[in-house]
């Protein structure tokens, strides 16, 4: 007999036995039940209670014995795991003592045998009385050795939120054997909560309370279990959470309460993104994805962040062809895989190549005949462009036209470029580079079936090159955190946000639109820094220092959404908008730009003077 068997043969025996136990227990208690529910009524006088009742519960006995144990069997009194039992199993003890000591009932009626009336309500009082002592004290016994247990846990904890959630992880902790947490006290805003107490633990106040009972009970770690709430409500909360220096834990969102998924495992730490305090932006994906469906899908820069979200959200609504195209193997290589194991059936076609050669793009396009593109391929670092204007020229706008021309000669049905805020009134190359190929697009448009688009939008947190991920670094290095000026701002969206609204944007297109996002209030990148350094559990300016080293070269204090001179027109999704497009003399832009396309190719120092030619609100900054 192997291991395996021979564990499996002890857990069986295990559970025979201790399904004998409760059987033979339960044998006695219908016993004693119906000679107490006598005995109760004689003032526990044995001596005085009449001999035919006697007689009548001893004939009737091997019957209540039978009907107890039966119909306990049939309401699961002998499967429960009683370790772990709650509300379920206290209403099938007390639904089956009813009903076994209804039936008793009739049977002694109908058989003849009499006893007091009192009887049958005090029989089912003690049956009733016996089981969930049998059945609970383990679990009281074990809460008692757990509770005991926790006074020497080393992490205590603070709940933010008496509500179900709450309620949940709370039981949880308190039931575990294997928890090394004590809760000591729950904070909530609702002011008839407070005092009460839940799974014992005591309600102290509302937000107000938390700095204080932090210090009183010396918390370690506080979960924020509010899964319902505002975004907004939670940053306020976690703004005063931060005073303690506590580590911070919440849960991720209202599905977790809708799916029944409240439990400790599901808390997770609490990010930057939650100190934001805009509530995250839902679409339809379904409802807008559908025109994808059955279509040949292309995405320039498919590995890099913007591009490989697009990939994934398009993946799942079933393109009859997605074609991830990027000159960085490494990167496209990743989505590849993710994509293959996440969607078997996908065509899925990855191609290496530069959107700045002319025959290269042109060969793609020709081969495959794409119906909607995604042009996300770009140079998108600021300070980098700005010490490499040429190259930034060459790959933003030059690439740009070509993968346009592309489209319209090969008759792509929808092109979609993304753009950035730093195209409006651009102190940078980057978002003058920017600004010209949202140009090429409207001018495009006006001449070629294929609707030519751009949707323009802020910073993306977690993208390749943003400020989040390198204030990371540099706290695990022990700092500095360097923020380039005080007073600095900018407006943030999540990566599937920004891909989401974009692709609903293309369902909006007619052509010729620079579609704007709306990126909700600006964010102070010093708050940022410092948010993340307390979210680190460290202290600013004990553990670590903000080094302030201003602004880098093109870059602005912030960043403006729409130029003034462009407007604003709403769409049906209030987060979306849409800028009246500016009038463009064709034949001065296309002759300014094939003198920028040979001073590039020539390496030349001046292109900044040919570039605010052409882009007349394009003022480099020194």
Same mark, same amino acid.
């Given at each position: 007999m192997t291991t395996l068997e021979e564990k499996l043969k002890r857990i069986n025996s295990k559970l025979v036995s201790r399904r004998l136990f409760l059987v033979a227990y339960d044998?006695?208690?219908?016993?004693?039940?119906?000679?107490?529910?006598?005995?109760?009524?004689?003032?526990?006088?044995?001596?005085?209670?009449?001999p035919h009742f006697l007689e009548s519960i001893k004939v009737f006995m091997p019957a209540t014995v039978l009907i107890t144990i039966v119909i306990f069997y049939i309401f699961r009194l002998y499967h429960s795991l009683w370790m772990f039992a709650g509300i379920t199993e206290m209403q099938n003890i007390f639904i089956a003592c009813l009903i076994a000591s209804a039936l008793e009932g009739l049977g002694l009626s109908f058989t003849g045998n009499l006893v007091p009336r009192s009887y049958y309500f005090t029989n089912a009082g003690f049956l009733l009385m016996f089981t969930f002592v049998n059945r609970f004290s383990y679990r009281f016994v074990r809460g008692l050795k757990h509770k005991q247990n926790n006074k020497k846990n080393g992490i205590?904890?603070?709940?933010?939120?008496?509500?179900?959630?709450?309620?949940?992880?709370?039981?949880?902790?308190?039931?575990?054997? /294997?928890?090394?947490?004590?809760?000591?006290?729950?904070?909530?805003?609702?002011?008839?909560k407070w005092g009460s107490f839940v799974q014992g633990i005591k309600v102290v106040g509302g937000r107000d309370k938390i700095v204080e009972m932090a210090n009183f009970y010396d918390i370690n770690e506080i979960f924020i279990a509010m899964p319902a709430v505002s975004q907004k409500t939670i940053k306020e909360i976690l703004q005063i959470c931060q005073e303690t220096e506590c580590k911070l834990r919440t849960l991720p969102g209202m599905y977790q309460l809708v799916n029944g998924e409240v439990d400790v495992s599901k808390l997770r730490d609490v990010e930057v993104e939650d100190l934001l305090g805009r509530e995250s932006i839902a679409v339809d994906l379904d409802a807008i994805l559908e025109y994808v469906k059955g279509k040949v899908v292309m995405v320039t820069g498919g590995g890099?962040?913007?591009?490989?979200?697009?990939?994934?959200?398009?993946?799942?609504?079933?393109?009859?062809?997605?074609?991830?195209?990027?000159? =960085?193997?490494?990167?496209?290589?990743?989505?590849?895989?993710?994509?293959?194991?996440?969607?078997?059936?996908?065509?899925?076609?990855?191609?290496?190549?530069?959107?700045?050669?002319?025959?290269?793009?042109?060969?793609?396009?020709?081969? /495959?005949?794409?119906?909607?593109? /995604?042009?996300?391929a770009a140079h998108k670092h600021v300070p980098l462009m700005e010490d490499s204007p040429n190259e930034a020229i060459k790959n933003n706008v030059f690439g740009t036209w070509?993968?346009?021309?592309?489209?319209?000669? /090969?008759?792509?049905?929808?092109?979609?470029?993304?753009?950035?805020?730093?195209?409006?009134?651009?102190?940078?190359?980057m978002g003058a580079s920017k600004r010209l190929c949202e140009m090429i697009i409207q001018i495009?448009?006006?001449? =070629?079936?294929?609707?030519?688009?751009?949707v323009r939008f802020g910073n993306v947190l977690g993208s390749n090159g943003s400020v989040i991920p390198l204030f990371k670094k540099q706290i695990e290095a022990g700092g500095p955190v360097t923020v380039t000026d005080p007073n600095i701002i900018r407006y943030f969206m999540t990566i599937p946000e920004a891909v989401s609204l974009v692709l609903q944007a293309g369902t909006y297109a007619k052509g010729g639109e620079i579609f704007v996002l709306d990126m909700g209030e600006p964010v102070k990148i010093l708050d940022l820094a410092k948010n993340l350094i307390r979210l680190s559990g460290l202290k600013l300016g004990e553990d670590i220092e903000i080094k302030f080293t201003g602004l880098r070269p093109g870059e602005k204090l912030y960043e403006e959404l729409l130029m003034d001179e462009e407007g604003l027109?709403?769409?049906?999704?209030?987060?979306?908008?849409?800028?009246k497009p500016i009038e463009i003399d064709e034949t001065e832009f296309f002759c300014h730009l094939k003198k920028l396309k040979d001073a590039v190719e020539?390496?030349?120092?001046?292109?900044?003077?040919?570039?605010?030619e052409i882009v007349p609100t394009y003022v480099p900054k020194k």
């Open positions: 044998v006695v208690a219908a016993c004693l039940s119906s000679l107490m529910a006598l005995m109760i009524r004689y003032d526990l006088r044995y001596d005085e209670i009449a205590r904890v603070m709940i933010i939120g008496a509500g179900d959630a709450g309620n949940a992880i709370i039981k949880e902790i308190v039931s575990s054997n /294997y928890s090394r947490m004590v809760i000591k006290c729950v904070i909530d805003d609702n002011p008839q890099g962040s913007i591009g490989s979200e697009i990939a994934r959200q398009v993946a799942g609504h079933k393109p009859r062809q997605l074609i991830l195209f990027d000159i =960085y193997e490494n990167s496209v290589y990743d989505i590849q895989q993710e994509l293959r194991t996440r969607y078997p059936e996908l065509d899925l076609v990855v191609l290496i190549g530069s959107v700045r050669n002319t025959n290269r793009i042109n060969w793609v396009f020709q081969t /495959y005949h794409p119906d909607i593109v /995604y042009h996300a070509k993968t346009v021309q592309a489209a319209a000669f /090969y008759g792509a049905k929808k092109f979609v470029m993304i753009s950035t805020d730093k195209a409006v009134n651009p102190t940078n190359i495009f448009n006006r001449h =070629y079936e294929t609707e030519f688009v751009a027109q709403e769409t049906a999704n209030k987060l979306i908008h849409i800028g020539e390496e030349d120092d001046n292109v900044r003077t040919l570039i605010q």
